[in-house]
Structures are given as C-alpha cells and as structure tokens.
C-alpha cells in the first residue's frame, strides 16, 4: 500500500530486503561524494546496510564523525 511515496511492507524489516539493481546504481553513483548518513537515508537502508554492501561493492564510503 503506497503510503507519500513509499510502500509499506507486510511485516518484513527493511534490512531483510534484497537490493535492487537501482538502488545499488544510486549507492554506486552517491559512494565517495555523499556522506554514509546521507546515503542511507536517501536509500531508505540502516547505515550498517549501506556499509555492508558498499563493501561487498568494494566502494568508498565517506564516514564523517560527530565527535571532537
């Protein structure tokens, strides 16, 4: 059921969902120019999700911290 844009799943945590062939290509064109956070809100995936397949991608990932 489409809900502003997106659809909401019957029940199935969104870390458990297969990547897409877009949404490798959006994280493809985004690694190493966005930072990690930013990447994975725009993909809508947990920044753990987002690192694990940058990796399994072999990309860079730009991790930004917080602290001083």
Excluded: F, H
């Excluded at 199935?12 to 930072?35: C, D, I, Y």
């Excluded at 995936?45 to 990932?61: D, N, P, Q, Y």
């Amino acid at each position: 059921m489409p809900v502003a844009g997106k659809v909401i799943r019957d029940n199935m945590p969104r870390w458990k969902e297969n990547w897409t062939e877009q949404e490798v290509a959006k994280l493809r064109s985004m690694a190493g120019t966005m930072s990690l956070a930013l990447i994975a809100k725009e993909l809508d995936r947990t920044t753990g999700a987002v690192l694990a397949k940058a990796a399994e991608e072999k990309l860079t990932i730009v991790v930004r911290s917080s602290r001083a």
